[in-house]
């Protein structure tokens, strides 16, 4: 089997670049790709780390590792920089951000003790997908990495990762939420009488105590919502930087590749361009000679033409399927990997993945 030639275009992502965003669908082998993009940047000696937003353990053992938590850790090995990786709590990281904005360490113990908090905070529409834009601006500015790799959640969600800093911008300046931070209780005197029924309702099936507290909750916030707007108009200019490139991930199935187009589209709308596409589990090319030799039929060596050119008929489909998503994200690069005989579990099978996609000469 020969491994297909990289085009140049991927080492500029590892070597210039200073956050790399691989999107794709689920199940196409996203994570093992980021990762394998952070292990070319400790390759090529960047302090690289490979930050995972999925809550499952697909990162960790693909590093070969028991566990991951909301703190990087570093992997050791054979290479010239260094590799580090974590996995994504957004709870964690969203009481880490409260004590960062609050104006005393009892304003930050007061929203952190808060019953609706305590509920909401790892649950709310939006909440990992924020505070994964959080964890990123963190690493990009306090972390001192070289390089960050970034393995989305599916593809519609990573939507609600990218848009997730002007969603929050957006619900700070909503009428409702600047109502409710009001530092006192005299806004209930304030506001309309079919409010205070519509409170008074909402206590009735739910309980005086869940209003409380979520009249608290939102007072509790007072003054830190400008700290929280000035963060997210950062995180919005930080993914439109051109020190910032997304990458497309996805297999050569039809829906994979369909999604992908999808989000490229999207992408494009948003103003942020697909500046390189890697199709995992390829199958793989083979240099022969065509048309084969003539063979007794049914010998063992027919068979073995027989397998081959099937092979081939899988690989012409493949590329065909492709076809359209390479001319969509063209002129960026597009790199093959092909299908492996076993899972990656390791940095030693993270390399094999990594020789497919940066395979021309470092």
Same mark, same amino acid.
């Given at each position: 089997?020969?491994?297909?030639? %990289?085009?140049?275009?991927?080492?500029?992502?590892?070597?210039?670049?200073?956050?790399?965003?691989?999107? %794709?669908?689920?199940?196409?082998?996203? $994570?093992?790709?980021?990762?394998? #993009?952070?292990?070319?940047?400790?390759?090529?000696?960047?302090? &690289?780390?490979?930050?995972?937003?999925?809550?499952?353990?697909?990162?960790?053992?693909?590093?070969?590792?028991?566990?991951?938590?909301? !703190?990087?850790?570093?992997?050791? %090995?054979?290479?010239?920089?260094?590799?580090?990786?974590?996995?994504?709590? !957004?709870?964690?990281?969203?009481?880490? /951000?409260?004590?960062?904005?609050?104006?005393s360490e009892e304003q930050a113990e007061g929203i952190l003790g808060n019953r609706l908090y305590r509920n909401l905070s790892g649950a709310l529409s939006g909440t990992q997908e924020y505070m994964a834009m959080e964890k990123l601006y963190e690493l990009a500015?306090?972390?001192?990495?070289?390089?960050?790799?970034?393995?989305?959640?599916?593809?519609?969600?990573?939507?609600? #990762?990218?848009?997730?800093?002007?969603?929050?911008?957006?619900?700070?300046?909503?009428?409702?939420?600047?109502?409710?931070?009001?530092?006192?209780?005299?806004?209930?005197?304030?506001?309309?009488?079919?409010?205070?029924?519509?409170?008074?309702?909402?206590?009735k099936v739910a309980g005086t105590e869940i209003v409380h507290d979520a009249v608290a909750f939102f007072q509790a916030f007072e003054g830190m919502e400008e700290g929280f707007r000035v963060r997210a108009d950062d995180m919005r200019r930080l993914l439109a930087?051109? $020190?910032?490139?997304?990458?497309?991930?996805?297999?050569?199935?039809?829906?994979?590749?369909?999604?992908?187009?999808?989000?490229?589209?999207?992408?494009?709308?948003?103003?942020? &361009?697909?500046?390189?596409?890697?199709?995992?589990?390829?199958?793989?090319?083979?240099?022969?000679?065509?048309?084969?030799?003539?063979?007794?039929?049914? !010998?063992?060596?027919?068979? *073995?033409?027989?397998?081959?050119?099937?092979?081939?008929?899988?690989?012409?489909?493949?590329?065909?399927?492709?076809?359209? *998503?390479?001319?969509?994200?063209?002129?960026?690069?597009?790199?093959?990997?092909? /299908?492996?005989?076993?899972?990656? $579990?390791?940095?030693?099978? /993270? %390399?094999?993945?990594?020789?497919?996609?940066?395979?021309?000469?470092?």
């Amino acid at each position: 089997m020969t491994v297909p030639a %990289g085009p140049p275009g991927f080492s500029d992502l590892v070597e210039e670049r200073s956050i790399v965003v691989c999107c %794709g669908s689920g199940g196409v082998g996203k $994570t093992t790709i980021s990762a394998a #993009f952070a292990l070319e940047g400790a390759r090529r000696g960047r302090k &690289a780390c490979v930050v995972t937003i999925d809550p499952a353990r697909r990162l960790a053992d693909a590093l070969g590792l028991s566990d991951l938590s909301n !703190s990087a850790r570093q992997i050791e %090995g054979p290479w010239a920089g260094e590799l580090w990786a974590l996995m994504l709590d !957004s709870k964690g990281t969203f009481d880490d /951000l409260v004590r960062r904005y609050a104006g005393s360490e009892e304003q930050a113990e007061g929203i952190l003790g808060n019953r609706l908090y305590r509920n909401l905070s790892g649950a709310l529409s939006g909440t990992q997908e924020y505070m994964a834009m959080e964890k990123l601006y963190e690493l990009a500015h306090d972390g001192g990495f070289d390089l960050i790799v970034v393995d989305t959640p599916p593809t519609r969600n990573a939507l609600d #990762f990218l848009d997730a800093p002007r969603r929050l911008t957006r619900f700070l300046g909503h009428r409702l939420f600047q109502m409710l931070l009001m530092p006192t209780r005299a806004y209930l005197r304030a506001v309309s009488v079919a409010t205070q029924a519509l409170l008074r309702t909402i206590s009735k099936v739910a309980g005086t105590e869940i209003v409380h507290d979520a009249v608290a909750f939102f007072q509790a916030f007072e003054g830190m919502e400008e700290g929280f707007r000035v963060r997210a108009d950062d995180m919005r200019r930080l993914l439109a930087r051109t $020190t910032t490139a997304f990458v497309l991930v996805t297999s050569p199935r039809g829906d994979t590749v369909e999604e992908a187009g999808w989000f490229a589209d999207r992408l494009n709308e948003s103003e942020l &361009a697909v500046e390189g596409l890697v199709v995992n589990r390829v199958h793989p090319t083979f240099a022969v000679t065509d048309p084969f030799p003539a063979v007794p039929a049914g !010998s063992a060596l027919a068979g *073995l033409i027989d397998n081959l050119q099937s092979y081939q008929a899988v690989n012409v489909r493949e590329e065909a399927a492709c076809a359209a *998503l390479v001319a969509q994200v063209a002129p960026s690069p597009v790199a093959r990997v092909a /299908l492996l005989d076993v899972d990656v $579990t390791d940095v030693d099978g /993270l %390399g094999i993945v990594a020789d497919h996609v940066f395979a021309s000469p470092r």
